[in-house]
Every structure is written in C-alpha cells, then in structure tokens.
C-alpha cells in the first residue's frame, strides 16, 4: 500500500481495512502522531477496559529481544478479542526486520502501529510501510487553516457552542503547532464559554495562551525534576482554580515528546545549549535553564518509559472520567519519582 492521502486519514483511521496489520503513523506534529495512534487503537480493540487489549512498547525494549513483537502479535487472548500494538521509534533503532517478519506472517487479530518522528522519504521504516500491501504510511505534519477549520468546529460542536467568524480568525492564529497542544486549548475554550451560545473574540483573548499555561509548564517542570511535593502543589492549586487535568496531562506529554527528540538529537553530537536555544515552539528563557538540567539527567529509555505511562494516563483519564483528576495526578507523580530515583543513582 502507498501513503494514505490527507483527505482519506480520518475514514481510514475510523474504519480499519481488514488487510492492514501495520501502520506507520509519523511526522514533526507530536500531538498529530499520538492522537492518530490512538484514534486507530481505539478503532480496532473499541472502548474495551482489558489492559491487554492495548499493549505498549518502546522500540529500544524491543531491540533488546527481536522476537517479542511477532510473539505478542500472534498471542491469542486469554479472552479473546482484538490487540493493538503501538510501538513507539527512539533514536536510531531499527525494527524494519521485526516489521517485515510481521509482514510475511500477518496475525489474524493484532494490528501494529508504530509512532515515529519526521521521516525522509529514503527512511526504510517509511518506504517499508509504504511499499508493502499489508502496510500503510500516515504522515502528521502541523494543521493548515482547513484542518484547524475542522477542529475547531468539532469541539466548539461537541461543547454545544458558536462561534464568530473575527473570534475564529483570531483563535486560528493562536494553534495549529501541535494537534495535541490545539485540541487542548480548544477544549479550555469551551469549558470558559459554556453557558453561552457562542465563543466571543474576548473568550479567545481571555483564555488561549493564557497567564495559566506557565502555571501548567511550573507542574510539568517539578515533576520532570523530580520535585514531588511542589508538582502536587501546584497541580491541585491549577485544577482547584478551574483547569482541566487534561490539559495539564497533555503539556506533559508535548513536553516528552520533545524531551525525547532532543536526547536523540543530543546522543548524535548536538549539545543541550543548541537544541533548547532552536527549539519550536520556544522554550519560554525562564524555563530554558531546567530544561537543560532535564536533558542532562533523563535518558531515552527513561523518557520511554515516562511517556508509556503518561499515553496510558491519557486512555485511563477519558475512560474513567470521574477519577481523572486523581489518574492525572498519580502520573505526575510517576514521573516525579522517576526523575528523583534518576538523581540518587
């Protein structure tokens, strides 16, 4: 199969060809490339609350025993049912091998779908996918004016809102960097606005790229430092004062996402210095000096891990939707306890 095309993404995350078992989903939009990863889980195991049903891996662990993805693939379930397998690409590990061995012996119920960074065109991982017919390629680069169009209306739609088209024009300048980080601030927008029939250009101003987005970095910073006790503070203090845990849960993994290209970067040569100094978006300077302390202590494999259970955070808070205050908080406090395990080493 070749690349699927933009206009096609949507239907075919949301309805599975039966004869794809792996999909590549990859690109410079982090937040694009997780929620299409779960868009497609979710599409082929539904709402299903057996832990097995999604099984996670780092492609480093995986290095490490190549046969463990064709073993799970072709696991059959206690219980029976469908098994998504998300890979997640660090660095420079190669897992077109293990890929292809999927490929020449498909699994009946278990599909594979691999998140990976911007990749060339003569990457094999992105011409493997693209070439073979049990594969497919999806490419996630940021949202132009159409795609941002379409998310707006379906969350302002699914808040029960209206809005204007100098309120739209001025919303659109504010997102389109990262899908992740754009649904976010549009589901913040729509918690300001309910009540009303329609998001005014004030109700923009007032919320998106607010005071409280740095009150959100303060979280994530103590808790990628390790500073249990002052990530605690100030998340409870942020979710008393109105802000959804979510988006507190979505900075973080934004902030991963990026840790875990800059150590890539870093262990190919690149200092820390560089990579914060030419980030996009920018690392606001007050934030610059701790950022590099997280480059310096966490390493890829850590980071892995720490993104393994903020992606599982984010499915357990929307399927457990009455205790996502205390799953997102008990995230945070993983990755606290991570880095501080990291600094008494």
């Known amino acids: 199969m070749v690349q ?61 025993d190549p046969a463990r993805l064709a073993d799970e693939a072709h696991a059959v379930p206690l219980f029976g049912g469908r098994r ?62 159409r795609d941002l169009d379409r998310l707006i209306d379906d969350e302002m739609k699914a808040a029960g809102l209206k809005i204007g088209s100098e309120a739209r024009t001025a919303l659109r300048a504010l997102i389109g960097g990262d899908r992740l980080a754009s649904r976010g601030e549009l589901q913040k927008l729509a918690l300001y606005a309910e009540g009303s029939r329609e998001v005014s250009t004030d109700d923009v101003r007032a919320v998106i790229g607010d005071a409280s987005a740095m009150d959100v970095d303060e ?8 500073d249990a006790t002052a ?8 979710v008393s004062a109105g802000t959804p845990p979510f988006v507190i849960l979505g900075a973080a993994i934004r902030h991963f996402g990026f840790l875990h290209r800059a150590r890539a970067a870093m262990e190919r040569g690149d200092s820390a210095d560089s990579i914060v100094a030419r980030a996009t978006p920018p690392v606001f300077f007050q934030r610059r000096t701790a950022v590099i302390r997280q480059l310096d202590g966490w390493r890829l494999p850590m980071i892995e891990r720490a993104m393994a259970g903020l992606d599982r955070a984010m499915v357990d808070s929307r399927l457990r939707n009455a205790i996502d205050e205390e799953v997102v908080g008990q995230a945070l406090l993983m990755v606290a306890a991570m880095a501080a395990a990291r600094r008494a080493a």
């Open 231 to 238: 990530a605690a503070r100030t998340y409870r203090r942020l």
């Open 84 to 145: 998504a397998i998300l890979v997640r690409i660090s660095g420079n590990v190669r897992i077109e091998a293990m890929l292809q061995a999927i490929l020449d012996d498909p699994p009946v119920d278990s599909w594979i779908v691999v998140s990976a960074g911007d990749l060339k065109k003569t990457s094999p991982l992105r011409k493997l996918a693209e070439s073979h017919r049990l594969a497919a390629a999806i490419a996630c680069y940021a949202d132009a004016a």
């Open 219 to 226: 979280v994530v910073d103590a808790a990628t430092g390790g």
């Open 4 to 64: 699927v095309k933009p206009a096609d993404i949507d239907r075919f995350l949301r309805s599975p060809d039966p004869g794809i078992r792996v999909v590549l989903v990859f690109g410079a939009d982090d937040g694009l490339v997780s929620e299409r990863s779960e868009v497609f889980a979710r599409a082929v195991v539904g709402n299903s609350d057996d832990p097995l049903s999604r099984l996670r891996f780092d492609a480093s662990a995986l290095a490490e």
